[in-house]
């Protein structure tokens, strides 16, 4: 296959029980749900969700304490 490969998605499991792929894309998260509103064969199998990528909460640094004893 001639492409460029830009990332790879991983198959999670949602809370509702559904399955769908996610993955990261440069700053942003891509997720890739099954189409539940297909009607016909010109809908979509799949959506394709680009989100902001959370970022993760760092714990506050502890001040360093400066005394010697």
Do not use: C, I, Q
Not at 6 to 31: I, P, Q
Not at 63 to 69: C, G, I, Q, R, V
């Amino acid at each position: 296959m001639n492409g460029v490969k830009l990332t790879g998605l991983w198959k999670n499991t949602g809370k509702d029980g559904k399955t769908y792929l996610s993955g990261s894309l440069g700053g942003a998260r891509v997720l890739v749900f099954p189409n539940e509103f297909k009607r016909g064969e010109k809908d979509p199998d799949f959506n394709l969700v680009v989100t902001p990528r959370e970022e993760k909460e760092s714990k506050p640094e502890t001040p360093k304490s400066t005394d010697l004893f």
